[in-house]
């Protein structure tokens, strides 16, 4: 009984061995591949003899060449670039998707200076069959004469209108045109006015007052008496000579002239149109009155400007903004053949930009006695800016890019590297670097662009062998 029951337990021990066998042999096969990945991808030099490119690796399909760089475990790819567009950069040769010219094979970067991953590095043969030049930024004493035009205008200040002083209407207009020169004392219309022809009686009467009295200070009865004049006559003497000096007045006041109260003075007639006078001599640029117009008084007939000084009004623009300041010498020159050049000083920077032009108005105030400068001409205007010690470079040292001034930095052993500037004023062969360079450094002046642009093709390189290096752990 106890053989039959031993048998049937070996049965079963077997049918359970069979079922579990094929679980145990997965989880051991699992265990040895991944022991055997694990040397395979990290320790490659351990298990095949520290050769670690002795093995092909499957995945990758860049050509292999021997790294430049003996210290590095990172193989160097093969690239090729398109000569137009630095952009296309591909593993194979083959040509341009954009402009179709053959992909030529990109020199490899030099990984032995990995603090330079975003320059170039060009041998001594390379530099001189692309030109390049270098050039140290130092300082320097920059001065420019800035060249601009000026628009002669009349000075504000001198500008004056012509109103009437009493009520009447124009009989006659002694001026006919804008631009007319007008001398003081100059007669500029006639009026009919009874306001004035009511003046002119009263000052007649005073006229008459007055020779009446000075009869009697003439007169024999006067002398006879002994006496002379009493106060009372002394009075009316005093009294009288204050009215018509006020008279007086108010003709000048509404620029009757001196010509009305002398013909007063010896005729005794009133005069029923009265010429009125220029009170100061000037140019006329407002006309607002005619023949037959009634006018009552702070009505404005003219206008005018005097023009024994000016204002030259010159444009800046933003570039030319940080050389000029206010006292700054300035030569003007004048159209007419033979005549001297005006020398001044600027004066007066507007602060503010105009919204239209996006340029700056500065202003001069020169004398014209002879009116050499017409109101509205265009003259040359040469402004003499100071000295200005700046850090400075060529001018052709500095890149003008989208994103800001860049500069190719000479590092040393053939090492060129793009360098964002801050620039500020410029003469015609330097401009100063306010920020970015310090004294000394050394910049390309020539060839910047085919450094910039193989630098950007270097930077490219080297991210694409990132890359790839990171797909292939």
């Given at each position: ?167 009447g209407v124009i009989r006659k207009l002694h001026i006919n045109s804008v631009g007319q020169q007008v001398l003081a004392g100059q007669v500029l219309y006639e009026i ?282």
């Open positions: 009984m106890a053989r039959p029951i031993k048998k049937l337990n070996l049965i079963m021990l077997d049918a359970f061995a069979f079922k579990y066998a094929k679980q145990w042999l997965v989880i051991c096969a699992i265990v040895i591949l991944i022991i055997v990945g694990f040397f395979h991808s990290d320790h490659p030099a351990n298990l095949l003899g520290g050769d670690a490119y002795a093995a092909p690796v499957a995945h990758s399909n860049l050509e292999q060449i021997i790294p430049t760089d003996k210290t590095s475990a990172k193989p160097v790819k093969k690239l090729w670039v398109c000569p137009m567009h630095p952009q296309i950069i591909r593993d194979q040769p083959g040509v341009c998707p954009i402009c179709g010219m053959d992909l030529v094979e990109m020199e490899q970067p030099d990984t032995s200076q990995p603090e330079h991953g975003h320059g170039v590095r060009l041998n001594t043969a390379t530099q001189q069959r692309l030109g390049v030049r270098l050039a140290a930024a130092k300082w320097q004493m920059l001065s420019q004469d800035i060249h601009a035009y000026g628009n002669v205008a009349a000075d504000e200040s001198l500008i004056f209108n012509l109103t009437a002083k009493v009520e009919y006015s009874p306001e004035l022809i009511k003046l002119q009686h009263e000052f007649i009467d005073l006229l008459k007052e007055k020779d009446r009295l000075l009869k009697y200070m003439l007169s024999d009865d006067a002398h006879i008496s002994g006496k002379g004049m009493s106060d009372y006559d002394m009075m009316e003497v005093k009294e009288n000579s204050s009215k018509r000096i006020l008279y007086i007045e108010k003709f000048l006041y509404v620029d009757a002239g001196k010509e009305l109260i002398e013909e007063l003075n010896r005729t005794y007639q009133p005069r029923d149109v009265v010429e009125v006078r220029a009170p100061q001599s000037g140019f006329v640029t407002k006309i607002e009155v005619h023949e037959g117009s009634s006018v009552k008084p702070m009505d404005n007939l003219f206008s005018f400007a005097d023009l024994s000084h000016v204002w030259i009004d010159v444009t800046l623009y933003p570039d030319q903004l940080a050389w000029v300041k206010n006292g700054d010498e300035v030569t003007v020159k004048l159209p007419q053949p033979n005549t001297r050049e005006i020398k001044t000083r600027l004066q007066f920077i507007a602060p503010m930009v105009d919204s239209a032009t996006h340029t700056v108005q500065a202003r001069l105030s020169v004398s014209n006695p002879k009116n050499l400068l017409l109101i509205g001409s265009f003259l040359d205007v040469i402004i003499h800016a100071k000295p200005h010690k700046a850090l400075a470079v060529p001018r052709s040292a500095v890149m003008r890019t989208g994103k800001g001034d860049l500069v190719m930095l000479a590092e040393g052993s053939g090492y060129f590297t793009p360098v964002k500037v801050e620039t500020g004023i410029e003469t015609t062969d330097s401009i100063e670097i306010i920020a970015g360079l310090h004294a000394g450094d050394q910049v390309a002046v020539n060839g910047q662009f085919l450094l910039d642009a193989a630098a950007s093709m270097s930077d490219a390189a080297q991210r694409l062998h990132d890359d790839h290096d990171m797909d292939k752990h």
